[in-house]
C-alpha cells in the first residue's frame, strides 16, 4: 500500500448515472474506503477516532491492523469499557458521502446494483437511473443481541403487505429485508453478540464468509459490501452465552478492550463524558473532587470485596459526578445560593446511588454500603495527600483552638461555612494548590476548598468529626 487510490468524487448535487460516471466517481468497497482513509489520517495526523480515551497505545493499533487488513472483528471486554463507542467511531472512517440507487432499501450502488428491482431499473432507464447520496452517519446499522432476536430482524423475512398489494409469493420483492441488508455498504454492529441464539448465529455465517444473504426459501442471493463488528462480554462469552465456533471461525480479528490503566486516563474520561451534564445541571465540580472520583472508581475495580469478572462500568465514575453535581445543585435551589459548587459534603450521597453498579461477592453481602463508603473515604484521602499533603494548614487548625467546632452539611450554604470558618490565612494558596485558578475565587469555590482540607485533616487524623445524615462536625 504505497500511495492511495485516486481520490472519489464525492457530489450530493449529481442525480443521474450518467452524470456520476462524468465526474469521475470510483466505486470503493466499504473495506477499502476504510482502508485509504484510515491510511490518509495516518500519514496527515489527524486524529483517527476522535472521543476515544486511553486506548492509544493497546487497542486502538490492534484495531487499526485489523482495518487495514480488512477483517471483520470482536470487541472483546467487560461493560463500561467503551466497545459501542469505539465501533460507533469506525463510521468517521467512511467517504462522506457516498452514492446509491434512489430508493433502494439496501443501499446499492449505481454502478453495480444487485436487488432485483435496482437491477430492473437499470435496465430500464439506462444513464439515466437516479441517484441518492448518503452520509456516513447514515450509513450504520446496529442490533442489540437478545434473545427474542430473530432471524428476520437480522436478516429478512417475507413481507405480507407485500404480498397483500397483489405480488406472488415467488416474488423477490416481497421480501422485507433485515437490519443486515438494509445496512448494506456500511457498518453494521451486533453487541452482545453472546446472547443471540446459537440458532440465529448461523444466519451471519454467510454474511462473513460468503458476503450474501439467504431469506426463506427464496433462490435470492445478495451480494453484502459490508464490515460487521460485534462486541462481547468475556464472562458472557465462555458462560452465559456463547460465540458459536463456526462464526468466531470467520471474524477476522479479536481486540481486547480494558478499562482506563492510569488515573490520569480515568481523569480524562470522567471530564470528557460528563463535562456537558456538569454544565447542563449548571454546577461546578472542581478538579480535586473530580480526582476522588477517578481513584474512588479505581479503588472500586480492585477491591477483593467487588466481583471482578463483571467489572465496574466507567459509567460508574460518570454516574458519581454527575450525582455529586446534582446534590450542589439541590443545595444552591434550597438555600439560594448563587451559584453551585460541589464540596465534599455532597460525595456520601453517591454511595446510595452507585450501589446498584457494582456487583459484590457472595461474602459481603449486607456490607456493600459499608464498603463502598471506606474505599470512598480511602479515595479521599489519597487525593489530599497528594495535592495538600505537603501544605502548612496550621492557620487552619487554629481555628479549632479552645475546643472550636465547625459544622458543615449538604444544605450549608458556601457563604455560611465560610462565615463559621471565619478569615483563613493562605486561604488563596490553597486554593491554589487545589487547581483552582482564575474566575473561580466565588464563595463555592473557597468553601469547597476549606471542606476538603478540614475533611482530609481529619482522615489525617488531626481532627474529629461527628457525622449524622446529611451533616458533620469538625472538633478537635
Known amino acids: 500500500m504505497g500511495r492511495s487510490l485516486e481520490p472519489v468524487h464525492q457530489n450530493p448535487e449529481l442525480h443521474t448515472l450518467r452524470e456520476l460516471?462524468?465526474?469521475?466517481?470510483?466505486?470503493?468497497?466499504?473495506?477499502?474506503?476504510?482502508?485509504?482513509?484510515?491510511?490518509?489520517?495516518?500519514?496527515?495526523?489527524?486524529?483517527?477516532?476522535?472521543?476515544?480515551?486511553?486506548?492509544?497505545?493497546?487497542v486502538l493499533p490492534h484495531l487499526e491492523r485489523a482495518l487495514l487488513?480488512?477483517?471483520?472483528?470482536?470487541?472483546?471486554?467487560e461493560r463500561g469499557q467503551g466497545k459501542t463507542r469505539l465501533i460507533r467511531t469506525v463510521t468517521g472512517l467512511l467517504d462522506e458521502w457516498t452514492p446509491i440507487v434512489a430508493g433502494c432499501e439496501i443501499n446499492d450502488h449505481p454502478y453495480a446494483p444487485s436487488c432485483v428491482r435496482c437491477r430492473r431499473l437499470a435496465g430500464e432507464a439506462g444513464d439515466d437511473l437516479p441517484i441518492a447520496?448518503?452520509?456516513?452517519?447514515?450509513?450504520?446499522?446496529?442490533?442489540?443481541?437478545?434473545?427474542?432476536?430473530?432471524?428476520?430482524?437480522?436478516?429478512?423475512?417475507?413481507?405480507?403487505?407485500?404480498?397483500?398489494?397483489?405480488?406472488?409469493?415467488?416474488?423477490p420483492e416481497t421480501v422485507h429485508y433485515g437490519l443486515v441488508p438494509r445496512s448494506n455498504r456500511g457498518v453494521f454492529s451486533v453487541n452482545e453478540l453472546p446472547d443471540l441464539a446459537e440458532r440465529i448465529q448461523v444466519s451471519l455465517l454467510n454474511v462473513l464468509e460468503e458476503r450474501d444473504i439467504q431469506v426463506r426459501g427464496y433462490n435470492l442471493r445478495l451480494p453484502l459490501d459490508i464490515l460487521l463488528i460485534a462486541s462481547a462480554n468475556p464472562e458472557d462469552y465462555t458462560n452465559r452465552g456463547r460465540i458459536i465456533t463456526p462464526l468466531k471461525d470467520r471474524f477476522g480479528a479479536e481486540v481486547r478492550t480494558h478499562y482506563p490503566l492510569d488515573l490520569d486516563t480515568e481523569l480524562r474520561l470522567i471530564r470528557q463524558e460528563a463535562v456537558l451534564d456538569w454544565a447542563e445541571l449548571g454546577a461546578d465540580l472542581p478538579d480535586h473532587l473530580v480526582e476522588v472520583l477517578a481513584r474512588f472508581t479505581r479503588l472500586v475495580r480492585e477491591s477483593t470485596a467487588v466481583d471482578s469478572r463483571s467489572g465496574v462500568s466507567a459509567r460508574f465514575s460518570i454516574a458519581a459526578a454527575e450525582t455529586a453535581s446534582a446534590s450542589a445543585v439541590r443545595r444552591a435551589a434550597l438555600t439560594g445560593e448563587e451559584r453551585a459548587v460541589t464540596r465534599v459534603c455532597d460525595l456520601p450521597p453517591i454511595v446510595h446511588t452507585l450501589r446498584g453498579k457494582v456487583e459484590f461477592e457472595v461474602s459481603e453481602e449486607g456490607r456493600e454500603t459499608e464498603v463502598l463508603t471506606h474505599l470512598l473515604r480511602r479515595a479521599t484521602a489519597e487525593t489530599f495527600r497528594g495535592t495538600l499533603g505537603g501544605m502548612d494548614l496550621a492557620p487552619l487548625l487554629a481555628k479549632f483552638d479552645d475546643g472550636a467546632q465547625i459544622e458543615s452539611g449538604e444544605l450549608v450554604p458556601a457563604g455560611e461555612l465560610l462565615r463559621r470558618i471565619g478569615p483563613v490565612e493562605g486561604l488563596a494558596k490553597l486554593m491554589q494548590s487545589l487547581g483552582m485558578g482564575a474566575g473561580e475565587e466565588s464563595p463555592g469555590h473557597a468553601a469547597a476548598a476549606l471542606e476538603f482540607a478540614l475533611e482530609g485533616l481529619f482522615l489525617m487524623r488531626r481532627l474529629s468529626k461527628d457525622a449524622a445524615e446529611g451533616s458533620a462536625i469538625y472538633r478537635t
Open 133 to 171: 447520496w448518503k452520509h456516513r452517519d447514515e450509513r450504520y446499522g446496529e442490533k442489540l443481541a437478545t434473545p427474542d432476536t430473530s432471524v428476520g430482524d437480522l436478516i429478512g423475512d417475507v413481507d405480507p403487505i407485500k404480498i397483500a398489494e397483489g405480488r406472488t409469493l415467488g416474488d
Open 21 to 58: 460516471r462524468q465526474s469521475g466517481h470510483i466505486h470503493r468497497t466499504v473495506k477499502a474506503e476504510i482502508r485509504e482513509n484510515l491510511l490518509g489520517r495516518m500519514r496527515s495526523g489527524e486524529e483517527r477516532f476522535p472521543g476515544i480515551v486511553g486506548f492509544d497505545d493497546s
Open 69 to 77: 487488513a480488512g477483517h471483520d472483528l470482536v470487541l472483546l471486554g
